[in-house]
C-alpha cells in the first residue's frame, strides 16, 4: 500500500499545499487566493457529502445544493434575528439540512433511477422558490450577513486563516467520516445496495432504511458546508441552492472520480482552479468548460483519481 | 366569473404548452433511455431564432416557420454530434454531458445575442382579444396557442399511433435491438425522434417568447416544470404527459390566482400574505409527492421499463 506511486505522490502534494496554502498567501500578499481556496475547500466538503450518496451509494442525487441552502439560510436567518452564536447557528444548520434529507430522502427513494433523479431536483427546487419567496429575508436579492458566526474566545471566524484552517479542518474530519462510513458494515451494505439492491434484501437487508440513513447524513454534511458557506461570503441567497449549483457538485464528483473518498477534492479544486483559469481568458468560459465536461464524460469515466490510478496499473 | 373563465384558459395554456415540452423529453427518454437536461435549451434557442427571424423577414408567421425548421435542424446536429455517443451509457453520464451542453448554449446564446433579452412583437391581428363566448373576451394569441398546440397534440397522435415511423417509434421503445435486427435504421430514427423533440420544444419556446421576454435561462426553469411532468405522468408515457400536463397547468395558474384569497379566509391577512408566494409555488411539487407516494412509477407508467 504505502509505495511511491503518481497517485500517493499527488495526494500528498495536494494536502500539504492545501494545509501550507496560508503561508504562501501570507509571504506573498496574496488575499485572493486564500479566499478562492476557502470557498474550494467549502464546496470540496459538499462535493464529498454528495460521494457519500452518488459515488458510494450509487443514488444520483440532482438536489444536493439544496442543503448549501438550508444549512446557509440557517445561519443568515438567525444572523439577521439577532442569534450570532455559532454554538446555537451550526445545530440548527444541521438540524434543518438533516430534517430536509429526511423527508425528501422517505418520498425520493421510494423511486430509483431516472425517477430519481429528477424527483430530487425537483424538490431542491421547490426549496429553492420557498426561499426566494421569504421577503423578510431579501427575498430573491438575497442576506447580506452582518456578523460571521460567534464561537468562544480564541477561535474567530472573521481572521481570514483561522477561518480557512478551520474549513480545512472540518473537510479532513468529513473525509475521514466518509472513509470510515465506507469501510465499516453500514458501508458494505450500502455499496451492496448500488450494486444489485434486490440481492440485499433477499439476503435480509432493509436497503430503504439503509439508504435513508445515508442520505441523511449526507444532507447533514452538506448542510454544515452550506453554514461554512454563509459564513465565508457573509451572504445568504437563494442563488446558491439553484440546480445548476447542483450540477457543478455532479460535476466535482465525477470529475474527481466517483466512488474514491478523495476523489471529489480533486475534482473541486480542479473545477474551481479551471473556471478561474478560463474566465480570466475570456469572458464567455463556459463556452469552453460545457464541451470540456463532455469530454470527460466521453473519455474519462473514472475522472481524475481514475486517471492517476491507471498509470499506476501501466 | 368571467376571470375565473380566464383563468382555466390560462391554465389550459400552460399546461398545453408544458405538454409540448414534456411531450419530446419524455419521448426521447422511452425510446433512446436518454436523460436529456438541454431540452430547455433548445425551448430558449426556438425562441430566440423565432425572435430574430422575425425581425429579418418582417412577418410573424415566417419567422416562425423558419424558426421552427431551424430548431428542428440545430437538435439534429446535437443528435448526431453529441447524444449519439451518450446512448447506453449510464444516466449520470447523461445529466454530465447534457449539463455541459447547457453551460455551452446559454453562453453560445450570450455570444451571439449579447446578455440583453430579446422580445418578439405580436402582429397586430393577433395582438387583440376576442369573445370567446358572449360576454368574455380573451387574448387572441393565447387563444392561437391553445389552438396551434390541441392541433399538435392530435398531430402526435396520429403520428405515433397511425402511421408506420409511428410504429417503428414504438417498436424502437420496446425494444431497440429488435427493431435493430429487423433491418430499420435506427440510427436515423432516432436522428429524427430527437429532431422532432428538438422542434416541440421550440415551439413551446417561440410560442411563450411574445408572453415572456425571450432570455438566457429561460429554458432552465421550466425544464424542471416539464421534469415534474414526466414524473408525474410516468416516464416515456406520452398520454401520461398530456394529462400531467394539464393537471400542473391548472393548478400552478389557480393556485397562483386564487391561493391568496383562500389563504386570507383561513390565515390572518398578514400571514396570507406571506404564505401565499410560497406555498402557491410549492402547490406543484406537493402534488408531485403525492402522486409518488401513491404510484411511484407515475400515473401512466408503461412498467418494465
Known sequence: MRRLTLRNVVVAALLAALVLLPVYAGLAHDRFVLTLFTRIVILAMAAVSLNLILGFGGMMSFGHAAYLGIGGYAVGILAFEGVPSGLVQWPVALGASALFALVIGALSLRTRGVYFIMITLAFAQMAYYIVAGLARYGGDDGLTIQKRSQFFAPLDLGDKVQFYYLCLVLLFAALYLVWRLVNSRFGLVIQGARSNDMRMRAIGFPTYRYKLVCFVIAGTLCGLAGALLANHADFVSPAMMYWTRSGDLIVMVVLGGMGSVLGPVFGAVALLVLEEVLSGITEYWQIILGPLLLLVVLFARGGIDGLLGKVRHD | ?????????????????????????????????????????????????????????????????????????????????????????????????????????????????????????????????????????????KFAVIVVTLAVAAFLYVLVMRTRVGMLIRAGASNREMVGALGVNITLLYTLVFGLGAALAGLAGLMQAPILTVQIGM???????????????????????????????????????????????????????????????????????????????????????
Not at chain 2, 425581425?55 to 440545430?74: D, E, I, M, P
Not at chain 2, 447523461?94 to 451571439?112: Q, W
Not at chain 2, 421550466?222 to 410516468?234: D, E, H, Q, S, Y
Open chain 2, 219 to 305: 429554458g432552465e426553469n421550466i425544464l424542471i416544470l416539464a421534469f415534474v411532468i414526466t414524473v408525474i405522468g410516468g416516464i416515456g408515457s406520452i398520454r401520461g404527459a398530456l394529462v400531467a400536463a394539464l393537471l400542473v397547468g391548472f393548478i400552478d395558474t389557480l393556485g397562483r390566482s386564487y391561493l391568496p384569497d383562500f389563504l386570507r379566509v383561513v390565515l390572518s391577512p398578514n400571514a396570507a400574505a406571506t404564505a401565499a408566494p410560497a406555498l402557491s409555488s410549492m402547490l406543484i411539487y406537493l402534488l408531485m409527492a403525492v402522486v409518488l407516494v401513491v404510484k411511484p412509477e407515475g400515473l401512466f407508467s408503461q412498467g418494465g421499463k
Open chain 2, 1 to 141: 366569473m368571467t376571470l375565473f373563465i380566464e383563468q382555466c384558459l390560462n391554465g389550459l395554456q400552460f399546461g398545453l404548452l408544458l405538454f409540448l415540452l414534456a411531450a419530446g423529453l419524455t419521448l426521447v427518454f422511452g425510446i433512446m433511455d436518454l436523460v436529456n437536461l438541454a431540452h430547455g435549451s433548445l425551448y430558449m434557442v426556438g425562441a430566440y431564432l423565432a425572435a430574430t427571424f422575425t425581425a429579418w423577414t418582417g412577418s410573424f408567421v415566417l419567422g416562425v416557420v423558419l424558426a421552427l425548421a431551424a430548431t428542428l435542424v440545430v437538435g439534429m446536429a446535437v443528435e448526431v454530434v453529441v447524444m449519439r455517443r451518450l446512448y447506453g451509457r449510464d444516466h449520470l453520464d447523461h445529466v454530465l454531458g447534457t449539463f455541459g451542453l447547457i453551460l455551452f448554449f446559454d453562453e453560445l446564446v450570450r455570444l451571439i445575442w449579447g446578455p440583453e433579452g430579446l422580445s418578439l412583437s405580436l402582429p397586430s391581428w393577433l395582438n387583440t382579444s376576442i369573445a370567446i363566448l358572449p360576454g368574455v373576451d380573451y387574448s387572441a394569441y
